[in-house]
């Protein structure tokens, strides 16, 4: 057994090497392949080895699970004839992490751990360091500018409108004003209405998003806690949870209604192995009023806790259909009472290429399934979904549940832009990692122990090479500009101050966000002609920025059409310059053109 061990440690530790080696050559793509093929085969055999004690139950599932996985993307490999590098690298970098992390997963799965480490604090002081952290993390992006209005602008605006008295209020790019719930359906956000009301900065937004987080992290702690009967190992997977580096980017730079649903759900999970069904329909009722889409994405989830428990299976399949119709009456029912009579685009944005809509994106699908197809099956699609899987070493693929539970969110992401680096990807983890418990709720003590810390060392290092929290190189390969408030940043922070609260203004996105306590806030080029609010912000230097109605109608205008009607602005006589500096301008309208 001790070889077994010795051999899997240096067959990794080779491969490591042999994949550094290649990459200091250039990261061609054909030496690859053979590695890639090399570090599959190292995983298969570290899970079948006799010393492997998952290799009796989990072991074969994975292995079986991780050859199908391969094989699938060789194929698609070969069709693309090398033609994509990065997708080469991010599979074998699955299979070498994979095969480094089980084999520390077989030397340490008898360990003991300290005794300090059973502390029964160690959830919270986790959860609260995970706030902290990505709470500051997206402050400092915003006080450098780097963030725009999408999709921070078009939240923070109308929760702070909310607490003036004005319902979740956002001024239109025509002029006029409308509610957000005509956009996203986010009644979630009458909750922090009192806090912005106490606390009104936009860091309130970033702390209430990251503690969402981290609270469903410690939910999920007493879940594996009851199920897998360790604190060790319950303390290890909400590790795992926090340093899934897809969650991550859930919670980066923007705000969004989507991470405040994963508490709700992991609370769910909780309840439905506890018993606790009033606790289990409150969390099912916050989740679906987070945002619209939600009551869908948690229909199939819904359908697998019917399949395991017999006792509940007719008001759990009930409660299922049910979730999915809630989505179907707040697109086509509730959102167009907020949005004029039209039914929103959120949907149908993620489906270009179909009509218009929920019922237009149906439409298509039962109409038009080629076109689904041809979206689907893309190099783009098959990179993505390896480097969100890979974190979790594959366990997820071998439980069919995990396929069912998150396939409108997968199919919804793969037809559209499917990116690792998105908000989206949030609702996923407590499917994925509810997967994860239910494979090791069936494997004996010592299988546990290896998984657990095998899922623990991969996350942790494709966390280090592709996440965004201080561990990884990506926050410091970011330079000062994003987190440490450069100069610009501060010249910006003038210009900003010069405009009075509750003045009217027009704005480009990333200084926009730093203006919304005022009703009448606009995004330049509106809402000219047809109001001249009292101050124009604009920065020359700004690159781009996005621009949405409340019906989630996007225009993206060049940046230089908007300089150049800028320019013509400031030099219409209209408003007279009280800030020039570096690109910075602040307009001020004329005292005799406010009097008219």
Same mark, same amino acid.
């Given at each position: 057994?001790?070889?077994?061990?010795?051999?899997?440690?240096?067959?990794?530790?080779?491969?490591?090497?042999?994949?550094?080696?290649?990459?200091?050559?250039?990261?061609?793509?054909?030496?690859?392949?053979?590695?890639?093929?090399?570090?599959?085969?190292?995983?298969?055999?570290?899970?079948?080895?006799?010393?492997?004690?998952?290799?009796?139950?989990?072991? =074969?599932?994975?292995?079986?699970?991780?050859?199908?996985?391969?094989?699938? /993307?060789?194929? &698609?490999?070969?069709?693309?004839?090398?033609?994509?590098?990065?997708?080469?690298?991010?599979?074998?970098?699955?299979?070498?992490?994979?095969?480094?992390?089980?084999?520390?997963?077989?030397?340490?799965?008898?360990?003991?751990?300290?005794?300090?480490?059973?502390?029964?604090?160690?959830?919270? &002081?986790?959860?609260? @360091?995970? @706030?902290?952290?990505?709470?500051?993390?997206?402050?400092?992006?915003?006080?450098?500018?780097?963030?725009?209005?999408?999709?921070?602008?078009?939240?923070?605006?109308?929760?702070? =409108?909310?607490?003036?008295?004005?319902?979740?209020? !956002?001024?239109?790019?025509?002029?006029?004003?409308?509610?957000?719930?005509?956009?996203?359906?986010?009644?979630?956000?009458?909750?922090?209405?009192?806090?912005?009301?106490?606390?009104?900065?936009?860091?309130?937004?970033?702390?209430?998003?990251?503690?969402?987080?981290?609270?469903?992290?410690?939910?999920?702690?007493?879940?594996?806690? %009851?199920?897998?009967?360790?604190?060790?190992?319950?303390?290890?997977?909400?590790?795992?949870?926090? /340093?899934? $580096?897809?969650?991550?980017?859930?919670?980066?730079? %923007?705000?969004?209604?989507?991470?405040?649903?994963?508490?709700?759900?992991?609370?769910?999970?909780?309840?439905?192995?506890?018993?606790?069904?009033?606790?289990?329909?409150?969390?099912?009722? !916050?989740?679906?009023?987070?945002?619209?889409?939600?009551?869908?994405?948690?229909?199939?989830?819904?359908?697998?806790?019917?399949?395991?428990?017999?006792?509940?299976?007719?008001?759990?399949?009930?409660?299922?259909?049910?979730?999915?119709?809630?989505?179907?009456? &707040?697109?086509?029912?509730?959102?167009?009472?907020? =949005?004029?009579?039209?039914? *929103?685009?959120?949907?149908?944005?993620?489906?270009?290429?179909?009509?218009?809509?929920? *019922?237009?994106? +149906?439409?298509?699908?039962?109409?038009?399934?080629?076109?689904?197809?041809?979206?689907?099956?893309?190099?783009?699609?098959?990179?993505? /979904?390896?480097?969100?899987?890979?974190?979790?070493?594959?366990?997820?693929?071998?439980?069919?549940?995990?396929?069912?539970?998150?396939?409108?969110?997968?199919?919804?992401? +793969?037809?559209?832009?499917?990116?690792?680096?998105?908000?989206?990807?949030?609702?996923?983890?407590?499917?994925?990692?509810?997967?994860?418990?239910?494979?090791?709720?069936?494997? %004996? &003590?010592? @299988?546990?122990?290896? +998984?657990?810390?095998?899922?623990?060392?991969?996350?942790?290092?494709?966390?280090?090479?592709?996440?965004?929290?201080?561990?990884?190189?990506?926050?410091?390969?970011?330079?000062?500009?994003?987190?440490?408030?450069?100069?610009?940043?501060?010249?910006?922070?003038?210009?900003?101050? !010069?405009?009075?609260?509750?003045?009217?203004?027009?704005?480009?996105?990333?200084?926009?966000?730093?203006?919304?306590?005022?009703?009448? /806030?606009?995004?330049?080029?509106?809402?000219?002609?047809?109001?001249?609010?009292?101050?124009?912000?604009?920065?020359?230097?700004?690159?781009?920025?996005?621009?949405?109605?409340? =019906?989630?109608? $996007?225009?993206?205008?060049?940046?230089?059409?908007?300089?150049?009607?800028?320019?013509?602005?400031? %030099?219409?006589?209209?408003?007279?310059?009280?800030?020039?500096?570096?690109?910075?301008?602040?307009?001020?309208?004329?005292?005799?053109?406010?009097?008219?």
């Amino acid at each position: 057994m001790a070889s077994s061990r010795s051999w899997q440690t240096a067959s990794s530790v080779l491969l490591c090497g042999a994949y550094v080696f290649v990459q200091a050559l250039g990261g061609k793509v054909p030496p690859a392949l053979p590695l890639c093929a090399l570090s599959w085969v190292s995983v298969v055999l570290a899970l079948s080895l006799p010393a492997g004690a998952a290799a009796l139950k989990a072991g =074969n599932y994975i292995a079986v699970a991780a050859s199908t996985w391969h094989i699938w /993307l060789a194929a &698609i490999w070969i069709r693309e004839l090398f033609a994509n590098r990065a997708f080469i690298n991010a599979l074998w970098l699955t299979g070498a992490i994979g095969s480094l992390s089980l084999s520390i997963g077989l030397r340490l799965r008898s360990t003991k751990a300290p005794a300090f480490v059973q502390h029964k604090h160690w959830p919270y &002081i986790a959860a609260l @360091a995970y @706030a902290l952290v990505f709470g500051l993390q997206s402050q400092l992006r915003y006080l450098s500018y780097y963030n725009t209005w999408l999709d921070f602008g078009y939240m923070v605006h109308p929760i702070w =409108n909310a607490t003036q008295g004005r319902l979740l209020e !956002m001024a239109l790019l025509e002029g006029g004003f409308g509610s957000s719930l005509g956009d996203h359906f986010s009644l979630i956000f009458l909750l922090i209405v009192p806090l912005m009301k106490v606390i009104p900065f936009a860091a309130t937004l970033y702390f209430v998003q990251s503690a969402a987080v981290a609270t469903g992290g410690i939910i999920f702690y007493y879940t594996c806690k %009851d199920i897998l009967h360790s604190p060790i190992q319950a303390l290890l997977m909400q590790a795992s949870l926090y /340093l899934w $580096f897809p969650l991550q980017y859930g919670i980066i730079s %923007d705000f969004h209604a989507d991470p405040l649903a994963v508490p709700f759900v992991f609370g769910m999970i909780w309840a439905f192995h506890k018993n606790r069904w009033s606790f289990w329909y409150a969390c099912l009722i !916050m989740a679906i009023l987070c945002k619209e889409h939600i009551g869908l994405v948690i229909a199939p989830f819904i359908f697998i806790m019917a399949v395991q428990k017999r006792h509940m299976r007719i008001p759990l399949l009930a409660t299922s259909v049910l979730s999915a119709v809630s989505t179907f009456v &707040i697109q086509i029912h509730l959102i167009p009472l907020f =949005n004029n009579g039209t039914e *929103t685009q959120a949907i149908a944005n993620s489906f270009p290429g179909g009509e218009a809509g929920l *019922t237009g994106v +149906l439409a298509t699908m039962l109409t038009r399934p080629e076109l689904i197809a041809e979206r689907v099956f893309t190099i783009h699609n098959y990179e993505q /979904l390896t480097w969100l899987f890979a974190p979790l070493l594959l366990i997820p693929l071998a439980s069919w549940k995990m396929y069912v539970a998150t396939s409108v969110m997968m199919v919804k992401e +793969l037809y559209g832009t499917f990116h690792i680096y998105n908000h989206h990807q949030a609702i996923l983890s407590p499917m994925l990692f509810w997967s994860i418990l239910e494979i090791l709720r069936r494997n %004996d &003590i010592a @299988a546990r122990k290896t +998984l657990v810390i095998a899922l623990v060392t991969s996350n942790a290092l494709f966390g280090l090479a592709n996440g965004e929290s201080p561990l990884s190189h990506r926050f410091w390969r970011a330079g000062p500009e994003r987190y440490f408030i450069p100069e610009r940043a501060r010249l910006l922070d003038e210009a900003v101050k !010069m405009i009075p609260d509750r003045a009217s203004v027009s704005s480009l996105g990333h200084t926009a966000i730093h203006l919304f306590k005022r009703r009448e /806030l606009y995004l330049y080029p509106h809402p000219f002609p047809r109001k001249m609010p009292e101050f124009v912000i604009f920065d020359m230097r700004y690159k781009e920025d996005g621009y949405q109605l409340v =019906n989630k109608t $996007f225009k993206n205008r060049p940046i230089e059409e908007m300089r150049n009607r800028f320019l013509r602005l400031r %030099d219409s006589g209209k408003y007279e310059t009280i800030f020039s500096r570096d690109g910075i301008y602040v307009l001020k309208k004329l005292r005799a053109l406010s009097e008219t």
